[in-house]
T-cell receptor, first 116, second 112 residues
């Protein structure tokens, strides 16, 4: 079975450009998370979807960051007017959503964004 | 202060050594504790998780949680060069959206 896939794997953007990062979760996984991982740091939570509903976006660093999952499967993280401090690896993770049971989050390989 | 603090490393050990990796956390609401392994240019992969306090063993790996001191440990016995990676501790609060809160990671190199 396929794992979580992300595209592109690498993205170089000039400061001020808009970028879109795609995540394909594991089929049947209801929950989807986005994390940001700066160099030498652990991943930090950005936002969470249950099916198509964005239930938590408390980790999004600014209103330049926008995420969507319109049909409850593929998700896109969009960053508008990119800044140098946006340079990081963006990780997507998916999990089953069984209540009251620990749900392992499966991570994709990430998209490495470099803003020049 | 970050919710999860991790010994930064880097850590370099000879093959066959016992490795000890450690984290502390501040939020007593945390119930689940995980260790993830991340190879270079890959996503994190789950090694082990424990619920509440106690020990859990899986082959050469042992995870230990002491909730009274808010201390998390991972022990690797008979370390191998293939264990060379960044190890991330993480917690998850039962009352939240179930997002993971990670430590900063410890880079481990096992020398042949």
């Amino acid at each position: 079975g396929a794992g979580v896939s992300q595209s592109p794997r690498y993205k170089v953007a000039k400061r001020g450009q808009d970028v879109a990062l795609r995540c394909d979760p594991i089929s049947g996984h209801v929950s989807l998370f986005w994390y940001q991982q700066a160099l030498g740091q652990g991943p930090e939570f950005l936002t969470y979807f249950q099916n198509e509903a964005q239930l938590d976006k408390s980790g999004l660093p600014s209103d330049r960051f926008f995420a969507e999952r319109p049909e409850g499967s593929v998700s896109t993280l969009k960053i508008q007017r990119t800044q140098q401090e946006d340079s990081a690896v963006y990780l997507c993770a998916s999990s089953l959503a069984r209540l009251a049971v620990y749900n392992e989050q499966f991570f994709g390989p990430g998209t490495r964004l470099t803003v020049l | 202060q970050k919710e999860v603090e991790q010994d930064p490393g880097p850590l370099s050990v000879p093959e066959g050594a016992i490795v000890s990796l450690n984290c502390t956390y501040s939020n007593s609401a945390f119930q689940y504790f995980m260790w993830y392994r991340q190879y270079s240019r890959k996503g994190p992969e789950l090694l082990m998780y424990t619920y509440s306090s106690g020990n859990k063993e899986d082959g050469r790996f042992t995870a230990q949680v002491d909730k009274s001191s808010k201390y998390i440990s991972l022990f690797i016995r008979d370390s191998q060069p293939s264990d060379s990676a960044t190890y991330l501790c993480a917690t998850i609060s039962s009352g939240s959206a179930r997002q993971l809160t990670f430590g900063s990671g410890t880079q481990l190199t096992v020398l042949p």
